[in-house]
């Protein structure tokens, strides 16, 4: 079995009890974020020719006792969610949820040590849904990453200006260069928080892409201020290096139709700048 990026992957059956519609449907896109990993997670069901891996037990559900009780689920590692679990648990999360929190602890029971590399999180959101999440970029490879003719447009696009918030300038130049290669000339530029807030009072964007590792401000307070601005933005993309699978979530929570881990892939950047393009807003 491969998972999205060619690699061969062990795939991990999640047997689900009890959670709420709303947590279902968080829960798969999850899983969905877990698609270019070495060890991938999925739901498990009755159709699934494999057995199931692990047994996700909502605590506060009456489901969670009876299922207990089956022999037939002696054999599955136990992951528990919320207040009085039971002493076969393998790993307990607290509520309130934190999904990230799900795959990162059953990262510490299936997945070893693994380089950096291969731990990507880049993810972008397709056209087709506000929520469908796509891990990696099949054929990235020999993906092109020249940049096409910049041809400025006469007038300011019906989208909406870009602001890019990076702290590091040369990154700030290459972003510039990439978004006018897709076609998004009107760019403005912040180093900081304060600049990026001063921006956003006098100025609506289409679409504004966020680094997280700001020098005077914590990139989701940052965040926080764009969802309040008044017309929010229409598509965010968020970046930064280190980033883990809550921070994937955090940010898909917080509307962001891309997350892309640094050093950014010039691939990666330029399908998902393509793809924004073909989403309405």
Do not use: C
Not at 43 to 64: N, Q, Y
Not at 74 to 97: C, E, F, M, T, Y
Not at 144 to 152: D, F, G, I, K, Y
């Amino acid at each position: 079995m491969q998972n999205t990026g060619g690699e061969a992957v062990r795939r991990i059956f999640v047997k689900v009890f009890g959670f709420s519609d709303v947590e279902r449907h968080a829960l798969n896109t999850v899983f969905r974020l877990s698609e270019s990993r070495p060890v991938v997670y999925a739901p498990w069901d009755a159709d699934v020719p494999e057995k199931a891996h692990v047994a996700l037990i909502d605590g506060d559900s009456w489901e969670a006792s009876v299922e207990l009780a089956k022999p037939e689920h002696d054999a599955l590692q136990l992951v528990w969610v919320g207040d009085r679990p039971s002493s076969k648990a393998a790993l307990v999360i607290p509520r309130p949820l934190k999904w990230g929190a799900v795959i990162e602890g059953l990262d510490r029971l299936y997945t070893p040590a693994l380089p950096d590399a291969e731990t990507s999180l880049d993810f972008d959101i397709s056209a087709g849904s506000p929520l469908e999440l796509d891990m990696g970029w099949p054929g990235d490879a020999g993906a092109t990453t020249a940049p096409a003719p910049l041809e400025a447009p006469q007038a300011e696009p019906a989208g909406g200006r870009v602001l890019v918030i990076e702290p590091d300038q040369d990154s700030r130049l290459y972003l510039r260069a990439k978004f006018s290669a897709a076609g998004l000339a009107w760019m403005d530029e912040a180093g900081t928080g304060a600049q990026a807030r001063e921006l956003l009072r006098t100025n609506s964007y289409g679409l504004v892409l966020v680094d997280l590792g700001l020098g005077d401000m914590n990139g989701w307070t940052l965040i926080r201020t764009l969802q309040a601005s008044r017309p929010a933005a229409a598509q965010l993309i968020v970046t930064g290096a280190g980033l883990t699978p809550l921070d994937a979530v955090r940010a898909w929570l917080a509307g962001a139709r891309g997350v892309l881990a640094k050093p950014l892939h010039p691939g990666k950047l330029q399908r998902l700048l393509a793809k924004l393009q073909q989403t309405p807003s």
